[in-house]
């Protein structure tokens, strides 16, 4: 294979961001395709790349980078059914999303910048996808991290994104240094940082600490893709623009996390308290963030706690030692969250507001934007898991890893003894996905009915959030006259496709499975009709719930209404209409709502004895050391003025002290000899 | 001759030239108080050569070079005075200050001053 391909593939849109960033102040007309054709082709390369790769191989070229002394540093490319697949859907999502932005930051005076950081994102998203060097890896990773900073902070007049950006970097970072030290662990055991050499250390039992490493590199997994404890950041920076969302925080970084874990699924498979810990905390973090979701009102903030969700079932499936899963898994929730978070976008647009209860009070909301209706009814199909949809399918295959590690035989496809893997770890993501999956349905319900069916009621607080709930608002920007710009319709037709018939390329072992690993795929009917059952539970409880609510406090409010005349001003939490939600989680909901109180926590245990250290430290500075600084230059001062006083000018004056002191001097002479 | 005369006058003669050029006001005669202290050295010289019967008489010869010497200052010092007049129309010592550091105001103690403050506490 011709090397120039695979290289150009994370080179084009870096050198796109540079060209956007250099000529975006003085050529605003070619800022749009600079943005949109680098990305573009990179995309298509991508594509060929893939193709002119084929099934069953893999290819590696690498050069020299730095040498250190100890393990050299090499840029190289690595190529397998894994990169190539993921590097598609990067490609596929960023091409749409910049597609997109081009309409939805239409009159954004930053937008240059925005497009640039866009681009440079993708690039270093490619980098990690392809890199065969861990430290090269490394810095992809971190060039993501700085550009989710920039993008949640775009609209940094408001304070909620300035402290998600700050937020999303220092927790992300918080989970980076483990993972720096892991990958040093790594390169010290094996010799190497590069992948190849390090899997192959892996295979022959050259790994001194697997479990230290393991753990050490899951922080830094926890924090790229928001797992319990370090998800934190997520739900909030929804603050940033929503094509940012869609492309960070549902498509890509966040997948980062998951790639790096199954490209080193082998060292991961060499210690089983590592694949506890991951099942725990994929289980933790899964059946939380449903339960979150369930009682959010924002609808960035569901599907943001969804996402931490979704990648919590990638991580199951890696505890159960199914990489093939969580990829399959990662795909096709990269490809439904994508649109899922577009169409949110245009639907967000539409009503002027993020709050769903918001929403059910517009009357002929989806009859205003049809596409982001329908586009995003699939894609909450394919999230619930319905078939024949691709989150089905994906589902279902992290279902069939969970069952086989449950019962010892995990599908570890050759890439370590199935024993490997601890039946508990099978049994945690197993029980632990089952919930989600009833939880997973019952929001998207939830969401799908309150946010587009729910009654519209008459008075202007239409656009009110709900008293007390998280909130991360978003100036709008987009002409309200065209909410549904074609720039922003094709792309959630385009990514409607892979949502709906990505899960068949799985049916077969020679289609999807070939390109990986080369396990089974395909759903076994046990789980296929529990996995359905239990989405189907979860949606007709949380249908009949929201009948329930809709219909009796419609009724009681109107006879209240009667009674006691509106006040002007934010609605009364009891005027939300319909949110089944509250009657599912009951006494949960509150807590569900900020989510469980973990910022609280996180707050008290970190953040307040931070700002009590800052603030001594201040002190110290300010009253103590500053005291002597000033005091030394208030001294001088002091001292510069009492002998200019004596700088009179009279020269006699000078004389008579010159006299004096002579005299003073020859008496002390001769009163001492 | 006793020492005792020749030297209590030249003390006299000092203390007079001292008086003269700390107390006078006017530089010509400050710079004639010069003059009488120079002088008053080289009565002691000379009154010293004599008394210690120096064969090269090496205190006189002293003397003839600080009368030389004094000549050419006083020449100079004159030749200064007179520019000083002619500049400045004064020829009062007082007056002439112009090399003074004027003082200012005492500096504040205690309260720093606003740049090296800083943001106040929040």
Sequence with gaps: ?673 | MHLAYPAVLAALLFCVGVYGVLARRNVVLVLMSVELMLNAVNLNLVAFDVWLRDTLHAGQALTLFTITVAAAEIGLGLAVVLLVFRTRGTADIDRITALGDPAEDAPAVGEPAAELKGRPAA
């Design chain 1, 1 to 673: 294979m011709n090397l120039a391909l695979p290289v150009l593939v994370p080179v084009l849109p870096a050198l796109g961001a540079a060209a956007t960033l250099a000529t975006g102040r003085r050529a605003p007309g070619f800022v749009r395709p600079l943005a949109v054709l680098p990305v573009a082709a990179a995309a298509v390369l991508a594509l060929v790349v893939a193709l002119q790769l084929g099934t069953g191989h893999s290819f590696d070229a690498s050069t020299r980078l730095a040498p250190t002394g100890g393990p050299g540093i090499f840029l190289s490319v690595h190529l397998d059914g894994y990169s190539s697949l993921i590097s598609v859907l990067v490609g596929l999502v960023a091409v749409c999303v910049q597609v997109y932005s081009t309409a939805y930051l239409k009159e954004d005076p930053r937008y240059p910048s925005y497009a640039a950081l866009v681009s440079l994102f993708t690039a270093a998203m490619f980098l990690v996808v392809y890199s065969g060097d861990l430290i090269v890896l490394l810095v992809g990773w971190e060039v993501m991290g700085i550009c989710s900073y920039f993008l949640i902070g775009h609209h940094w007049e408001s304070a909620d994104a300035r402290g998600a950006s700050l937020k999303a970097f220092l927790v992300t970072k918080l989970g980076d240094v483990p993972f720096l030290f892991g990958i040093f662990l790594l390169g010290a055991d094996a010799g190497t940082f590069r992948i190849d050499g390090v899997l192959a250390a892996a295979a022959e039992g050259r790994l001194g600490h697997p479990t230290l490493t393991a753990l050490l590199l899951l922080a830094g997994v926890a924090g790229k893709s928001a797992q319990f404890p370090l998800h934190t950041w997520l739900p909030d920076a929804m603050a940033g623009p929503t094509p940012v969302s869609a492309l960070i925080h549902a498509a890509t970084m966040v997948a980062a996390g998951i790639y790096l874990v199954a490209r080193l699924l082998p060292v991961f498979l060499l210690s089983g308290a590592a694949l506890v810990v991951l099942a725990v905390m994929a289980a933790v973090t899964m059946v939380g963030s449903a339960l979150c979701a369930l009682a959010q009102d924002d609808l960035k903030r569901v599907l943001a706690y969804s996402t931490v969700g979704q990648l919590g079932y990638m991580a199951g499936a890696l505890a159960a030692g199914d990489r093939e899963a969580a990829v399959f898994h990662l795909v096709s929730h990269g490809a439904f969250k994508a649109l899922l978070f577009l169409a949110a976008g245009v639907v967000i647009h539409a009503a002027h507001t993020n709050s769903i209860s918001a929403m059910s009070r517009i009357p002929g909301l989806r009859t205003k934007v049809p596409d982001a209706y329908w586009t995003m009814g699939i894609a909450l199909v394919a999230l619930v898991g319905l078939p024949p949809f691709s989150g089905f399918f994906s589902k279902e295959a992290v279902f069939t890893a969970a069952e086989h590690a449950a019962t010892g035989e995990a599908l570890t496809n050759g890439l370590g003894p199935a024993d490997a893997v601890p039946a508990a770890a099978g049994w945690i993501v197993l029980v632990s996905a089952g919930l989600t999956a009833v939880l997973t349905a019952a929001y998207a319900t939830r969401m799908w009915l309150v946010a587009f069916h729910g009654k519209p009621a008459a008075g202007p607080q239409a656009t009110a959030p709900e008293q007390g709930a998280p909130y991360s608002p978003e100036p709008d920007e987009v002409d309200p006259g065209q909410v549904e710009p074609p720039a922003m319709r094709w792309p959630l037709w385009v990514l409607a496709v892979p949502t709906m018939a990505f899960g068949i390329t799985s049916l077969r072992t020679d289609w999807l499975p070939e390109l990986l690993d080369g396990g089974p795929l395909r759903p076994s009917t046990a789980t296929a009709v529990i996995g359905t059952g239990l989405a189907l539970v979860g949606i007709l409880v949380s249908y009949a719930a929201w009948r329930a609510t809709t219909v009796r406090p419609a009724t009681a409010r109107r006879a209240g209404e009667e009674r006691v005349p509106e006040q002007a001003g934010p609605p009364a939490v009891e005027h939300v209409p319909g949110d089944p939600g509250r009657r599912l989680l009951g006494p949960l909901y509150r807590p569900a709502q900020h989510g469980f109180g973990v910022d609280r926590l996180y707050s008290a245990l970190f953040v307040r004895p931070t700002t009590a250290a800052a603030r001594l430290v201040r002190f110290l500075d300010r009253e103590v050391v500053e005291t002597y600084v000033r005091g030394a230059g208030q001294g001088t001062n002091l001292l510069g003025w009492l002998v200019r006083r004596t700088q009179t000018g009279n020269a006699q004056t000078y004389l008579s002290a010159l006299l004096a002191g002579a005299v003073l001097l020859a008496v002390l002479v001769a009163v001492g000899s």
